[in-house]
T-cell receptor, first 110, second 116 residues
Framework: QKEVEQNSGPLSVPEGAIASLNCTYS??????FFWYRQYSGKSPELIMF??SNGDKEDGRFTAQLNKASQYVSLLIRDSQPSDSATYLC??????????WGAGTKLIIKP | GAGVSQSPSNKVTEKGKDVELRCDPISGHTALYWYRQSLGQGLEFLIYFQGNSAPDKSGLPSDRFSAERTGGSVSTLTIQRTQQEDSAVYLC??????????????FGDGTRLSIL
């Protein structure tokens, strides 16, 4: 059973601080990795994806991938209250199937 | 450009009735997915279509659930003899294809189904 695991949270971070969200996966042959944000009552929206080891930055967001340790993380710099949402990690495995984590609820406190 | 379109946005029906949910994917996207999300829960995969290939139905929870995709575009998810546990948000997503790395799924706004 291929798995993607995330801490369900809630993760509480003060406004302006760095929020760090983590995701681990079981299939070592996984190909690509996606972070989605889901506001309450809304559908998931893609934030960014990464498929090479290292960091990928897009504005206030940085995705970090470590295939050897089988984890991917999302850093949000200068956190804003509008970043409060559930963050879903999705991993495309060696069979190109997309496996979803259950999500981490992030709360940014003003 | 147009995103994934789902209809209806909300559906309330009585237990035992049949319902049909519609998804119109992004133009040119060959892959289409249906998910279910209960309140406060993660995404539950239901079914996946890729081009003209046989669909992956491995996530359908019972034989009351079925889906079809006509002409490789619009998809309909049908739930027969609805039960209260079918109440959830049904999400449709599409992507350019299945293989390859950078093929993110793009979601519609979902259909909120409530069974009385």
């Amino acid at each position: 059973q291929k798995e993607v695991e995330q801490n369900s949270g809630p993760l509480s971070v003060p406004e302006g601080a760095i929020a760090s969200l983590n995701c681990t996966y079981s299939d070592r042959g996984s190909q690509s990795f996606f972070w989605y944000r889901q506001y309450s009552g809304k559908s998931p929206e893609l934030i960014m994806f990464i498929y090479s080891n290292g960091d990928k930055e897009d504005g206030r967001f940085t995705a970090q991938l470590n295939k050897a340790s089988q984890y991917v993380s999302l850093l949000i710099r200068d956190s804003q209250p509008s970043d409060s949402a559930t963050y879903l990690c999705a991993v495309k495995d060696s069979n190109y199937q997309l496996i979803w984590g259950a999500g981490t609820k992030l709360i940014i406190k003003p | 450009g147009a995103g994934v379109s789902q209809s209806p946005s909300n559906k309330v029906t009585e237990k035992g009735k049949d319902v049909e949910l519609r998804c119109d994917p992004i133009s040119g996207h060959t892959a289409l997915y249906w998910y279910r999300q209960s309140l406060g829960q993660g995404l539950e995969f239901l079914i996946y279509f890729q081009g003209n290939s046989a669909p992956d139905k491995s996530g359908l929870p019972s034989d009351r659930f079925s889906a079809e995709r006509t002409g490789g575009s619009v998809s309909t998810l049908t739930i027969q003899r609805t039960q209260q546990e079918d109440s959830a948000v049904y999400l449709c997503a599409s992507s350019p294809g299945q293989g390859g790395n950078n093929q993110p799924q793009h979601f519609g706004d979902g259909t909120r189904l409530s069974i009385l």
